[in-house]
Each structure stands twice: as C-alpha cells, then as structure tokens.
C-alpha cells in the first residue's frame, strides 16, 4: 500500500483533499491511527502537571485529533456523495466505534477536572475563549461528565440500548416501506403517472411484467397528485400511513421512555427540555406557545383549501383525494406548464447568473473555474472564491446531479474548516439531486431546485464566511434551531425581481422569461399553504409530545397516544395528516431530530423578519449584506447567536413577517 494520504495535511490549495490519492484501503487504517492519535493527545492533556491554562486544555483540545478529523470529514462526505458496497461496510464497523472514542473522551475524569477548574475562572478568559470554554463544559456535562460512577455505567446502557433501537427502528421502516410498494398488473390503472417508470419500479423488484409504486418517506406520495384511480389512491395511501405501525410501535413508546429517563439522570425535567436546554429557544414553554399560535389560522387556510378542492371534486373528500384535488385546482387557477418553464432555468446559467452573481451584488465575490482541482466524483466542479479586492476567501464544490451512490435530498458539508488556530480556509460542498441530462443537452431545473439551490447556497455562504479562532465554533456549528436561518434567507434572492432576471433566461434564446409566467409562478408558490402548514405542525407537535408527555410509564400504545396528543393541540384534521406519524417519523428516532422538529419554522421566524430587513434597507445592497455578513455570518457559532442577530437586526425578532408569509395573520 502506498504512504495513506489521510497521515499528513493535504498538499493541495486550501488543504483540499487528495480524492484521486484516496482508495477504500485508507479509511479504515486512518481511522485507527487517528482515535488512537487523539487519545494520546488527550492523554496528555489530562495528565499534563501544569495546572490547566486555557492554552495547555482548550485550545489543545482543539488541535487535537487531526488524522481522526481530515478521514471522517472526507469519509462520511463520500458515504453521502457516492456511496459503494465497501464503503456502507466501513460505515457500519466505525460508527459504533466512534461514539466509543467520543464517550471515552467525554468521559474522562481528569480531563474535565481541568475544564471545570478552567470554567471557575472564566471571566479572566478574553470573550472567544471563554464563549468556547463555556461550549466545552456544557458539551461534558451534557455527555454526563457530572454523574458518579454509577449513574455514568447506567447513561452508558441507555444510549447503548438508545442507539440499538434506533438503527432497529431504521431497519424496520426501510423494509416496511419497501414492503409496501403498491403492484398492479393492469396497466390501465396507472392513468396519470408514468406507466414506463412503474414498469422499470417493477423490473428493479424482480416483477417483470408487472407495474409497482414505491413509497418516500413523509406521508404524502408524489402519485397522489396524478393518479386518476381513486381506489389506488386509497391504496397507497393507506399503505404510506401504515408503515412501521407493527414492527416500531414497541420501539416508538421504549425510546421515549428511554430518553425521559436519561433527561431525569442528567437533570432535566424531560427530553424536550434536555434538548432545548442547548439550542436558541430560551425554554420548552416557548416551543409549546409557538407552535399553539400557528395551529388555529394554519386550520382555517387548509379548511378554505379544503372548500375549494371540494367545489372542484364535486363530493365529500377522503385524504387520498386531496393532492389530486389540489393539482387540478392549481393548474386551473395558475395555467402553469411546468415543462414551459424548464427552460428558463437552465442550471449553468442558475448558477452562475442567479446563485454567484447574487454573491457579488451582496458580498462582492467573485468566482474561478478550477478545473485543476479535483472533487471526489467526476460530476464535481471546483470554484475558487475571492472577495472584490481579490483576497482569495476558500473554495466552492458543487455536486449537483444524482446517481445512484447518492443519498436523496440536498445538503451541504464542510471538506475544510475555518479557523485561525489552525490557519485553515474553508472548503464546502453543496450536494443536490438534480437528474443528469444526456451528454451535450443542459441541465433544465424546476423553480423548486432553483430554490434548493439558493438555500444550500445559504449553509455555504455560512461556512465560507466564517471568521473564528476555534473549528469547534466554525461556521455552521450553531445551534440546529438556528441553523436553517441563513440558508432559509439566501433562498430570498431566487425570487427577488433582479437576480431572477439575470438567471430565468431562455436556454437557445436568451429571451427573458415571460413577465406573466414569472407572476403565476411567484402566485403558485403561495398555493396550498394550509395544507403544508398543518402537516409540518402535526407533525412538530407529535415530536414535542413524544418527548414532554410520552416518556411516561402509562403510554403503551402509539396510536391512541399519537391520536391524544393531535386531537389536544386542535390537530386532527379529518383530511390531512400529519407529515410523518409515529411509526414511520425517521427524523425524531433515527436522525437527531428529537424534540427538534420544531426548528424548521423557529428558524423560519428569523428568516422573515431579516428578508423583511432587507426590503427595508433597499434590498440588494452590498452594505446590506456587508452588514449581514458582519454580524451574523461570519460568527459562526462563536457567540450567542440571538445577540448576533439582535445586533444584526437591532431587536429581538418579530413574528409578524413569517405569519403574513404563511398567510396565518
Ligand atoms: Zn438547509
């Protein structure tokens, strides 16, 4: 084997990884060699004499671990990205094992005898390093640093039997959903969906001959808006609602009792307010009122919706009817021909025209083609990011077409952190799924990839800006309910009239887009938000119930706990249920979500109100988004990041402008 690339620093530009340097084989060694480096470090720091100094812990703590971080960052980027058999394997044995060397350090009694004996004195720490002092200690204690020995054997059982459950329930739910894939053998029956697609969905699951549906994962299916068969509708309904209803229901009421118990060890009065305790809302209570205010107007605009569905069906309608429904009415009310469209947005042009060059109005950046550098996948493009006055800032990956080896959805990583301590520059990647056109034709988005790409845009722009001492606190490392912030505010410049202008170009022509298609498009995408806002609430409200109430002894049954808690809160609509229910809410039990759904629209608050800034500050201005970048930004998770955004906004946030978006005033 030749010399493992993961032992040194990357020679490239940035420190971007040597991806053609790197083969399966690497991983696993570098892995080893990098926990039992990081032990070593921390070895020596908790057995270091001197009595602890911000430098000789903290901040060697930081530095600690580098062979560990440079195989992780690229490994768990690659199982992404482009996954293979080798890889899952590798994933599988070093998961657990990870947790292990992170409990093993977390754990260590000597070790955080020196953070707290630190932490007593804090206040004579310059404000960086006392922020990140703080984020240390509270990091420990949160692992369970503070319990005897006793009570640490007994958190070390529970997340063991936590973790267990989680990939069971994982498990569980992949081989439900694709049990419940919908076969048909007359073809007939598929009016409205792509009988060629349902025949290859069937070819893939050996049916030859035969025609299949399968199922993604929130409750409601893409085929529903299409197929015109209303027992098949009912069918696949059904089926999407009733996934994981056996196998996870024992498995759904033991994690949340599991999980209260572990907040009762740690001191909290229940997960949710574990949770909470580390992220921007002040306190469990806030949640609740938040997500009480939202349900009795997000109620009424569904109840509307449903009205009109119902005046267009011509009866009373069933949940499997109700994107069928709403299909017909918005391309009635709407006249939108979404392959018209397509070619206005044709992804170079997206890019180039729309993502960078909002970039340069904002931030003054520009962007370098560099075909010298290469990414992970041959589909990977490598830009260098400089600011107006050609100071190199770091560089930009982007991944933009699906494949196989790719996980669904859209997402951005960190290949490089920022940080001074390390004198590193940042390397990001933003991931999407778009379909790859044939060689030689474009690639021609939906509005709604348009969109994606914007918002990853946003977690980009987060990391690139960073300016921070510490890699703990670098970039995106903020809290999960603040996170989508930014990246929920650059998705605003997809639709602001200039930007849209210089990017929605006719791909052969040039021609602008049509004025009267860009304002049934801009109509369009205010349809059906009841119905969207109520699905998101039910199933916030599940995960906060799950995880205030649900750890109680008294609840065996999921069902009559789930139907309980929806029909409390006023939301148990008749027709729309909620985006994920118990058994299949992958995000609560198997993705670190718990007790953090809520954040989406949480962060969407600041969204509003800072889009709201924007307007009122003349809109796209590079002081505007000098001053975006300044105090907000580029902090990172360096300090409190509501005083950041109170600095930024000049008060504390409005909700106002996210009800007036949603329709809920
Ligand atoms: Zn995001």
Redesign the pocket.
């Known amino acids: 084997m030749t010399a493992n690339p993961f032992f040194a620093p990357s020679a490239l530009p940035y420190h971007l990884p040597p991806f053609e340097e790197i083969a399966e084989e690497h991983y696993l060694p570098a892995f080893e060699r990098g926990m039992a480096e990081q032990l070593a470090e921390v070895a020596a720091i908790s057995g270091n004499p001197e009595p602890p100094t911000f430098d000789n812990t903290i901040a060697a703590l930081e530095r600690s671990g580098r062979i560990l971080d440079r195989v992780s960052t690229v490994f768990f980027n690659q199982v992404s990205s482009d996954s293979t058999p080798g890889t899952r394997e590798i994933q599988k044995e070093i998961t657990p094992r990870l947790a292990k060397h992170s409990d093993t350090i977390k754990l260590d009694p000597a070790l955080f005898r020196r953070i707290k004996e630190l932490h007593a004195v804090r206040e004579t720490l310059a404000d960086d390093e006392a922020w990140l002092l703080d984020r240390y200690h509270t990091d420990f204690v949160r692992a369970g640093a503070e319990l005897d020995d006793q009570d640490k054997q007994r958190l070390m059982g529970l997340n063991d039997e936590l973790s267990r459950l989680a990939t069971e329930f994982e498990q569980n739910l992949l081989a439900d959903t694709s049990a419940a894939t919908i076969v048909v053998d007359d073809p007939a029956r598929l009016d409205g969906v792509s009988v060629e697609g349902a025949a290859e969905t069937a070819k893939a699951r050996g049916l030859d001959g035969k025609y299949a549906i399968s199922l993604i994962l929130p409750t409601g299916q893409p085929a529903l808006s299409g197929l015109t068969d209303r027992e098949l509708r009912e069918r696949l309904h059904k089926a999407a609602t009733g996934r994981g209803g056996t196998a996870n229901a024992g498995i759904v009421t033991r994690m949340a009792r599991l999980r209260a118990e572990r907040a009762l060890l740690l001191g909290y009065a229940h997960h949710a307010d574990y949770v909470v305790a580390d992220q921007t809302a002040p306190e469990p209570q806030a949640v609740t009122d938040m997500l009480a205010k939202l349900v009795p107007a997000a109620v009424a605009n569904a109840n509307a919706e449903a009205e009109a569905l119902r005046a267009e069906a011509g009866f009373d309608l069933e949940p499997w009817d109700w994107a069928f429904y709403a299909e017909k009415v918005r391309n009635a009310r709407f006249n939108l021909d979404t392959a018209r469209m397509r070619p206005y947005f044709e992804l170079d042009r997206v890019l180039r025209d729309g993502v960078f060059y909002a970039a340069g109005k904002l931030y003054g950046l520009t962007f370098t083609d560099r075909p010298d550098l290469r990414g992970y996948h041959p589909d990977v493009r490598v830009f260098e990011v400089f600011e107006e006055d050609g100071t190199p800032l770091g560089l930009f990956l982007g991944d933009y077409y699906a494949r196989e080896s790719k996980r669904g959805g859209?997402?951005?990583n960190s290949l490089v952190k920022q940080s001074d301590l390390l004198g590193e520059k940042p390397v990001v990647v933003n991931n999407l799924n778009i379909v790859k056109p044939p060689p030689g034709e474009p690639a021609l988005l939906t509005f709604s990839e348009v969109n994606t790409m914007f918002?990853?845009f946003?977690?980009a722009l987060h990391a690139l800006f960073s300016d921070v001492r510490f890699p703990r606190v670098s970039g995106t490392a903020v809290p999960r309910d603040f996170?989508?912030y930014p990246?929920?505010v650059n998705e605003m410049w997809a639709v602001w009239p200039e930007i849209l202008a210089n990017y929605a170009r006719h791909y052969e022509t040039g021609e602008p887009m049509p004025r009267e298609m860009v304002d049934r498009m801009l109509e369009a995408e205010r349809f059906n938000q009841g119905y969207a806002t109520v699905e998101y609430l039910a199933a916030a409200l599940l995960d906060w119930a799950w995880h205030t109430e649900g750890g109680a002894a008294e609840v065996s049954d999921w069902e009559s706990f789930e139907n309980h808690a929806l029909s409390q809160a006023g939301l148990d609509h008749p027709l729309i249920p909620p985006r994920y229910r118990s058994t299949y809410f992958a995000h609560i039990w198997s993705s670190g979500y718990s007790a953090g759904y809520y954040s989406y629209i949480w962060s969407e608050v600041l969204d509003a109100d800072t889009v709201e800034w924007f307007k009122e500050n003349g809109g796209l201005r590079r002081a505007n988004g000098d001053r975006f970048r300044r105090e907000l930004l580029s902090k990172g998770g360096s300090i409190d990041p509501m005083s950041a955004f109170h600095t930024f906004r000049g008060r504390v946030p409005d909700i106002a402008p996210l009800l007036t978006r949603r329709g809920l005033s």
């Open positions: 859209a997402w951005m918002h990853e946003g977690h996170v989508e990246s929920q």
